[in-house]
């Protein structure tokens, strides 16, 4: 048997998980597949943009000069958007344009249909337009040479679409870390496979985790091991390190003797970097390294394996994609009642959020058992009690991890 | 020539979007394939949750009155997890017990086995455990029959962990929507396949709705047709509508004769819902639907495009999947200064978001045109200002529609 040797605090475990994780390769993406990740440069524009002076309406480019209401106007070419008028506009003359047409050598400004007599050879005007209406001018977006998007910034729909203005197709973005998540325990039984028998319970684990690394961007994978025989469990780490950029297990890294998961890491040659956090739920948490891979053992009931999941390993997926600045939302809750931490360590509360005049209220979503998979799904946030043992009086603002950003409105 | 017959408010437009909006065909999903998705029915407990009472820790399960400290037990039998014990637990016995072992009949306590003198075939307690210490009591967690999810719930991860320990291995849920996004306009080239000619652009819209449709959930793609010409367009709209549940364009939609894309669309048999809205960016969306199939003609400029999608495409993708509740976060914000709205419609202002004493402080993000790419991967959220032409006095709270939730924290 074997005892925690030392157990360290929370955000001292946090920084050695960030500090020891490596960013991912860098790879070329097509527009479409890059949304989500980061970018690993900066982003430079090729052209300026808009590349020339343009229309922002359907209407006529003439001289501002000319414009006076009830004028009529000789219309002596057309500018469609992606072909450009073949003559320049002189004193009374105008060109029809569209939208995104290319302005006309001579014309200053754009008068809307609606604000003429409508489409013809000849038009009255009805509302005079100033130099520079309805134009938009070359560069007036983003000028050659500039810094379109930084190196790091996660890259959604807008950043696509800034992108591909400047005729970028592909662009520059750490890797997704592939996961694979081990399902241990010889009292686990797939879902929806048969009965339980006494003693056994359908495995929920090793779903919630490589659904929550899908969430934060992995490509996760299960890896069934439903066993606690010790060359099981190493045949299926040893296969899990042959792909894998974090391996994470649950359940056997506590002190019984049946905890093998621990053991057989060690064994495999992988450098425990800390075993045991003081954290309440998730105290046997055990992290190490082997070359570039990351091995999370989490502890096996449900609530402490999605609570360090969490706070643990979805930290180090965002840094291996370059996403540093994408932690969970955190805010100042307050609770109605005094809170008692009793466990001398750190208390990751389960609570839900209620939006008050005096800020967020905390309340805890009740019985707080490792076990009670129910919780989670009525959890808002993580309100982070202690490590004081004396608690938080009622109305003292804490830090929260956001759970459901939804809530935050 | 058509000019707007009737202009709608934004709300009333909103309205007539989720109105018409079906909801989608239930499909039963593995667990990690219903990630993101709503249950399309109340999931109950097929069994207690823990199944049986088990132990939350590795030690001893044994009789709290027999637990003197200082005492010496006999270890008669071992459950580890899955394989209950042979034997009952008489006084002064103990049963070697792990994790999620089912607890042995005689025996009302586990003690840790922190707390004895280690793993033998006797041992000494070193603290005494009350009655119910360390043991999980079956359906602690959940009842069989309760409802454990309600229809409509968004499948995260905590949800596929409870309906896992309930041994359910797929999901009914609504199914994704099929996106198909048009590509319209002579003047636009693909990203990165050659230089741009006088007067032509490189293609965004149709990348950034396809990335904005997929994060929303959807099964979005492109469809190619990069001309202005009627049987084109005609073809393509006909293609999209053989498989789109959601058709979405951009451009083609004003009132010039160019604009070919609602007049399209009603020749297929669309039937118009509206077209133009008193809103800016985004005055001539149209919006119509033909069968079960919905159409959204966005404006050209990528700026109104982009906030036409968020505002009307994303809630009405949203509704098919079932994910009513899953608006984007809406918050009060002010500014520092006056703000003026000359446009005599709503103008959803880009914004950034600034945490201050008094709120959220708003910011405009520069140029408001709406031909501004850039200004979009800047803005935080969307501030509504208007409809009335006065403006917004400094200070005033007003509504913004976040559209970077990691900024609420």
Known sequence: MQLFEKLIEYPEAER???????????????????????????????????????????GYALRSADAEVGRVFRV?????????????????????????GVIPEGA???????????????????????????????????RKGDII????????????????????????????????????????????????????????????VVAAASEAGAEARRLYAASDDAQTLRTAIEEALLSADVVVTSGGVSVGEKD???????ALGVEQVFWGVKFKPGKPLFYGTRDETRLFGLPGNPVSAMVCFDLFVRPALMRM???????????LVYFERDIVNKFGRLHAMRVSLKRTQRGWLAESVGAQGSGLVSSL???????????????IPAGEPIEAIVLRDEKLQ
Chains 1, 2 share one sequence.
């Open 16 to 58: 050695l998980v960030l500090e020891s994780t490596p960013l991912l390769p860098v790879e070329e993406k097509p527009l479409g597949e890059a949304l989500g990740l980061a970018l690993a440069r900066d982003l430079t524009a090729t052209t300026d943009s808009p590349p020339f002076d343009n229309s922002a309406v359907d």
């Open 76 to 100: 002596v070419d057309e500018a469609p958007a992606g072909r450009p008028a073949k003559r320049s506009v002189g004193e009374g003359e105008a060109i029809k344009i569209f939208t995104g």
């Open 108 to 142: 200053d400004a754009v008068v809307m249909v609606e604000n003429t007599s409508g489409w013809g050879e000849e038009f009255e005007l009805k509302k005079s337009p100033t130099p520079g209406t309805n134009i938009r001018d070359a560069g007036e977006d983003t």
């Open 149 to 208: 998007l930084g190196a790091g910034t996660e890259v959604g729909a807008p950043e696509i679409a800034l992108a591909a203005t400047q005729g970028y197709g592909v662009l520059p973005v750490y890797r997704r870390p592939r996961v694979v998540v081990l399902s241990t325990g010889t009292e686990l039984v797939e879902p929806d496979t048969r009965d339980l028998q006494p003693g056994e319970i359908f495995d929920s684990n090793s779903y919630a």
């Open 260 to 266: 093998l998961v621990k053991s057989t890491m060690l």
């Open 321 to 331: 994609m370059g996403r540093e600045d994408k932690r969970r939302p955190r805010i």
């Open 377 to 391: 799904t009525k959890a808002d946030a993580l309100a982070l009690i202690g490590p004081a043992s004396e608690g």
